[in-house]
T-cell receptor, first 116, second 111 residues
Framework: GENVEQHPSTLSVQEGDSAVIKCTYS??????FPWYKQELGKGPQLIID?????GEKKDQRIAVTLNKTAKHFSLHITETQPEDSAVYFCAVPRGVSTGGGNKLTFGTGTQLKVEL | DTGVSQDPRHKITKRGQNVTFRCDPI?????LYWYRQTLGQGPEFLTYFQNEAQLEKSRLLSDRFSAERPKGSFSTLEIQRTEQGDSAMYLC?????????FGPGTRLTVL
């Protein structure tokens, strides 16, 4: 099955600094790469996603970059704010070759803490 | 439509009891997924529906678990003879294409 590794497991930054979280995956057929933000006691919230036909996507302070050759993708958050503090998960579709649906394999999560 | 909703949000039960959770997806989404999340881990895929058809079940879904989506709209997840190891957050997500949107989850505690 798909193997997804996410680093770091915890990340502490000062307000205003940038944060970068990286995920690597094993299935070269993977073609869709979402990032989710999860606050305590809530469900994961989709914050940005990228498809395999582009290398970078940006939405205000967040961006995702994809390197298909190396099979890794990264989340970049600039000008971090205290409300960015949460757990962030990358995810990769499971069993792409079998087609259909958006069944995801998640990374192990990164606890981001933005300190004042 | 305000998003995926789940009911109840919290459930405390005694070991051996049966529990049922409900998920109401976004109305135009034909795909519905159940995941389980334990503390400190990412969500783990359990099962997937396209309309009313259950197309895939994870090996995590033991015989005590059953899910239905009778009319291709809401879905239920039932756990029979609950065990302490079933304690987790049960998450529902729905999608029309790639973008899966999650509900708030049901937190199950088995005593």
């Amino acid at each position: 099955g798909e193997n997804v590794e996410q680093h770091p497991s915890t990340l502490s930054v000062q307000e205003g600094d940038s944060a970068v979280i990286k995920c690597t995956y094993s299935d070269s057929a993977s073609n869709y790469f979402p990032w989710y933000k999860q606050e305590l006691g809530k469900g994961p919230q989709l914050i940005i996603d990228i498809r395999s036909n582009v290398g970078e996507k940006k939405d205000q302070r967040i961006a995702v970059t994809l390197n298909k050759t190396a099979k890794h993708f990264s989340l970049h958050i600039t000008e971090t704010q205290p409300e960015d503090s949460a757990v962030y998960f990358c995810a990769v579709p499971r069993g792409v070759s079998t087609g259909g649906g958006n069944k995801l394999t998640f990374g192990t999560g990164t606890q981001l803490k933005v300190e004042l | 439509d305000t998003g995926v909703s789940q009911d109840p949000r919290h459930k405390i039960t005694k070991r051996g009891q049966n529990v049922t959770f409900r998920c109401d997806p976004i109305s135009e989404h034909n795909r519905l997924y159940w995941y389980r999340q334990t503390l400190g881990q990412g969500p783990e895929f359990l099962t997937y529906f396209q309309n009313e058809a259950q197309l895939e079940k994870s090996r995590l879904l033991s015989d005590r678990f059953s899910a239905e989506r009778p009319k291709g709209s809401f879905s239920t997840l039932e756990i029979q003879r609950t065990e302490q190891g079933d304690s987790a957050m049960y998450l529902c997500a729905s999608s029309r294409g790639d973008r899966g949107l999650f509900g708030p989850g049901t937190r199950l505690t088995v005593l």
